[in-house]
């Protein structure tokens, strides 16, 4: 974030918990589970992820089309980038990824980036699962991964396999 640029947020109730959104003049850049301390002030950029996050748990399949900010490496970004494409009620496995970009031998690496993902939900990392469907680690903790895959349906008989 740039000097001149403003931090908003918004701490919003969810059936997961508390969750912090964040956002700045130009896009929403991050997701926090949990309530952090700071200025409560909003924009439209978190009114428009609200809206977004009631219809999501309303059990709607709604795209995010607003703009979003991600720092990451081009590793970090590519993984973020396939993550995005899992439908609702889908999802996939960090080997699968890894094979995807061509890096077989890299699904740690992968992990590694699922787990700086800033946008949870938004970039659904919790629909990437382990070896055989093995829920592994989540930024919110695993309950949570938990309850957004039942949420959305998910199951390990409906996986995608992207394409090496």
């Given at each position: 974030?740039?000097?001149?640029?403003?931090?908003?947020?918004?701490?919003?109730?969810?059936?997961?918990?508390?969750?912090?959104?964040q956002?700045?003049?130009?896009?929403?850049?991050?997701?926090?589970f949990?309530?952090?301390?700071?200025?409560?002030?909003?924009?439209?950029?978190?009114?428009?992820?609200?809206?977004?996050?009631?219809?999501?748990?309303?059990?709607?399949?709604?795209?995010?089309?607003?703009?979003?900010?991600?720092?990451?490496?081009?590793?970090?970004?590519?993984?973020?980038?396939?993550?995005?494409?899992?439908?609702?009620?889908?999802?996939?496995?960090?080997?699968?990824?890894?094979?995807?970009?061509?890096?077989?031998?890299?699904?740690?690496?992968?992990?590694?980036?699922?787990?700086?993902?800033?946008?949870?939900?938004?970039?659904?990392?919790?629909?990437?699962?382990?070896?055989?469907?093995?829920?592994?680690?989540?930024?919110?903790?695993?309950?949570?991964?938990?309850?957004?895959?039942e949420?959305?349906?998910?199951?390990?008989?409906?996986?995608?396999?992207?394409?090496?």
């Open positions: 974030m740039k000097p001149t640029e403003h931090l908003y947020q918004s701490v919003v109730s969810t059936p997961v918990g508390v969750i912090t959104l956002a700045n003049d130009h896009q929403v850049i991050a997701i926090h949990g309530s952090l301390s700071g200025s409560k002030q909003s924009n439209d950029h978190i009114h428009h992820l609200e809206n977004w996050l009631a219809e999501y748990f309303d059990g709607k399949d709604v795209e995010f089309d607003h703009p979003i900010g991600l720092e990451g490496t081009q590793f970090q970004q590519e993984v973020w980038e396939l993550i995005r494409r899992i439908p609702r009620g889908y999802v996939t496995t960090y080997q699968s990824i890894a094979n995807h970009l061509n890096k077989p031998t890299c699904a740690r690496a992968v992990g590694q980036a699922v787990a700086r993902n800033p946008l949870p939900i938004v970039i659904p990392c919790h629909r990437v699962l382990g070896k055989n469907g093995q829920l592994t680690g989540y930024i919110g903790g695993l309950a949570i991964k938990e309850k957004l895959l949420l959305e349906k998910a199951s390990f008989q409906k996986q995608i396999i992207f394409p090496s």
